[in-house]
């Protein structure tokens, strides 16, 4: 009971902080960019945008790791690998956050493709799990999430994203339901040195959230990042090595009163973009 009274307090004090965590942003770049990902073309799309896959357009594989408020028992856990197919490109991902006593995880099988040059479109179907130990009781719930994104210039991207628009409902004897989130935003790219990152975050049941992001190259292949959040109010910040085929990110979130939540990611490309 020990290991789970830290859990129960957060949840207690502060709900929006906690609020869809197996849904929560992945990717180091993004976590210290504010986790404003929505109009970020990487990786971790197939988290954050299933769109943006058809734009990454890689066969990789990759893994992150969120220590939340370094709370163990609040960890977040992800994997996942892309496959870029025919005209397309597939996705799947795997996330646990939780303990035994409390966890949730996710199973995701995405598809991603491009229609012309400048526009795709994305969608993942979604198996969540929830868990209580002891045998307190689990639930496992199918919904998807779809994203489109655009380049309506060379240097500009839109990103729009939805996760679980039906609402699914978890429990048959109350109306507890998995959250609805809806995010859009945009990415500028300045002298191909510069990123600049800004999103809307509309979770049902809280207020909607701003959050904003800056990457920059300060040489080749090694990049530093800031960002800042709102509901709840964080700053974030981290950096980023390439490393030939690996691509490494470290990242970290600070609240007010919670404090950090580092985060670390890795990707391995096996073959260059098509």
Known sequence: MKSFLPFLL??????????????FPEGGRSAAMGNASVALAD?????????GLAFYNKTSAGFY??????VKEMSLKAGGATLPVGSGVFGFELVRFGNELYN???FGLAYSRKFGDYFAAGLQLDYLHKSLGNDYGKKGVATFEAGLMTKIKPDITLGMHVFNPIHTKLTKYA?????AVMRIGAAWSFDKSIILSVEAKKETSFDPSLKLG???????????????????G???FGFGINLNRF???FASSVHNVLGFSPQFSAVYNFKTKR
């Open 10 to 23: 957060l949840l207690f004090f502060f709900p929006n902080v906690l609020s869809a965590h197996i849904n």
């Open 43 to 51: 990786f971790w799309s197939i988290h954050n945008n299933q769109a």
């Open 65 to 70: 790791f969120e220590n939340r408020f370094l």
């Open 104 to 106: 949730e995880s996710k």
């Open 175 to 179: 109306d507890e339901r998995i959250p």
């Open 214 to 232: 800056l990457e920059y190259r300060i040489i080749d292949e090694v990049y530093v990042r800031g960002g800042l959040s709102s509901n709840p």
């Open 234 to 236: 964080q700053y974030t």
């Open 247 to 249: 691509t490494i990110d």
